[in-house]
């Protein structure tokens, strides 16, 4: 079946220690999302990729970083987590850009 | 902020009731669409509306969109307890940015 796979699905890092949140999918999107989801709130963008093409939000903390080797692939660097920065992650793709997101099951991450 | 507000932030219903949540945004849009979002999940995408679209139904779902006012309402009919979630409006605005923007949700749980 198509779908938007994430891993981990659960993350542990310490602060300040670099960790990779993964993100794959099948659906032969053009468009792939990563959102911040904290509890009880909404998810929040923090960038997208349209095809090659980057889109970072204006209130994304320079420590979170992305790379899209390729069109199947999606990666969240986070360089120095912080305890503010422990929350789920998710991956969305689309076929068109701001039509039906297809969301991966999430990373839940914690700090330590 | 261009987030939109959902009502009621939280709805408790006994299984075989309706359910009705309401969504107010902001800015015009190209659609608005309706998420669904299992505890510790993704999101898993329900239905969307275009904006020159007044009513959808889908299963035992029906959404309304009033652009006049900038809100959209979901109903669940016959409410069954595998409907207990939180809900989630997300618009698309129409200055064509790619990007969704979720609403607060609203947390439903089914009473069996």
């Known amino acids: 079946d198509a779908m938007v796979i994430q891993n981990p699905r659960y993350q542990v890092t310490q602060f300040g220690k670099p960790v990779t949140l993964s993100c794959s999918q099948t659906?032969?999107?053009?468009?792939m999302y990563w959102y911040q989801q904290k509890s009880s709130q909404a998810p929040k963008l923090l960038f997208h990729y349209y095809d090659k093409d980057f889109n970072n939000e204006a209130d994304t903390p320079d420590n979170f970083q992305s790379r899209r080797p390729n069109t199947s692939f999606c990666f969240l660097d986070i360089r120095s987590p912080g305890l503010g920065d422990a929350a789920m992650y998710l991956c969305?793709?689309?076929?068109?850009?701001?039509?039906?997101?297809?969301f991966g099951p999430g990373t839940r991450l914690l700090v330590l | 902020s261009q987030q939109g507000e959902e009502d009621p932030q939280a709805l408790s219903i006994q299984e075989g009731e309706n359910a009705t949540m309401n969504c107010s945004y902001k800015?015009?849009?190209?659609?608005l669409q309706w998420y669904r979002q299992n505890s510790g999940r993704g999101l898993v995408h329900l239905i969307l509306?275009?904006?020159?679209?007044r009513e959808k139904h889908s299963g035992r779902l029906r959404v309304t969109l009033d652009t006049s006012k900038k809100s959209s309402s979901l109903l669940i009919t016959a409410s069954r307890a595998a409907d207990t979630a939180s809900y989630f409006c997300?618009?698309?605005?129409?200055?064509?940015?790619?990007?969704?923007?979720f609403g607060t949700g609203t947390r439903l749980t089914i009473i069996p």
């Open positions: 800015t015009s849009i190209n659609n």
């Open positions: 659906l032969n999107h053009n468009v």
């Open positions: 969305a793709t689309s076929s068109v850009a701001g039509e039906t997101q297809y």
């Open positions: 509306i275009r904006s020159n679209e």
């Open positions: 997300a618009t698309e605005s129409n200055f064509g940015n790619e990007k969704l923007t």
